[in-house]
């Protein structure tokens, strides 16, 4: 991916490239996609608790009985998570730190929610699932919020350091006229990253659901996951935000 080009032909690649802005770019990276790994598993073993719970067999009455329940709580969960969104957004903007706990703390109460609904019985999936996608959602978008604060940083000070270059050797050919001009490469690479190492982890749910069938026994993973992905949150974020 081309960061600028000079009148020499000179290309620089953001994951090749090198300065201090660039580190912080790798960094950001390497702890985020193991964030992502985390994220991917969980879903993946608490969309097999929600499953169990629901008791799939070839039926069509109880096919449509899931996809109902299923795509109920999606609906609901989304409605009545924009509440949530919009207060988390606030804190987002003032407080990054309290952002990411309050964020981590959701989504591991939604997963939680998730995996438990194979204990309940069926009439209380739709209560359980909900609260879990409710939650699960606003965690999502909130870490999307933070993705773009990231690549909004990183692009400004991308852009700085090319600028400063080009006034130390004078060539006007490699200044960057807006802090836009490499907004769409980085956010490409982030987006790169975050899907493979969120496949990653759903390779790894799947793994994890097939060696610890019980759901019960899997509960007790959830705990662990919040803690390996606030860590890994706080590292990815540690000089840039």
């Given at each position: ?111 939680l929610l998730e ?15 909900t609260l879990g996608?409710i939650g699960k ?105």
């Open positions: 991916m081309k960061l600028y080009e000079t009148n020499k032909n000179k290309k620089m690649n953001i994951l090749r490239g090198s300065g201090k802005t660039v580190k912080k770019l790798h960094k950001y990276l390497m702890w985020n996609c193991v964030t992502n790994i985390v994220c991917g598993t969980e879903v993946v073993v608490s969309t097999h608790s929600m499953l169990g719970a629901l008791s799939i067999d070839n039926h069509n009455s109880d096919l449509y009985s899931v996809t109902s329940n299923l795509m109920g709580k999606e609906i609901i969960g989304q409605v009545l998570g924009i509440p949530i969104i919009n207060k988390l957004s606030k804190i987002g903007d003032s407080n990054t730190k309290r952002f990411i706990l309050i964020n981590t703390i959701l989504f591991e109460v939604s997963n995996c438990s609904t194979s204990l309940f019985d069926k009439s209380y999936f739709i209560y359980l699932a996608n959602g606003a965690a999502f978008i909130g870490m999307g919020g933070i993705n773009a604060k990231v690549i909004n940083r990183i692009s400004n000070e991308m852009s700085d350091e090319i600028n400063k270059k080009a006034d130390i050797e004078n060539n006007l050919d490699i200044k960057v006229k807006t802090v836009t001009d490499n907004v769409c490469n980085i956010y490409s690479t982030v987006s790169v990253c975050t899907s493979l190492s969120y496949s990653i982890g759903m390779i790894i749910g799947l793994c994890i659901v097939k060696v610890i069938p019980c759901h019960q026994t899997r509960l007790g993973l959830i705990p662990l996951f919040g803690v390996i992905k606030y860590y890994t949150t706080m590292k990815s974020l540690d000089g840039i935000i």
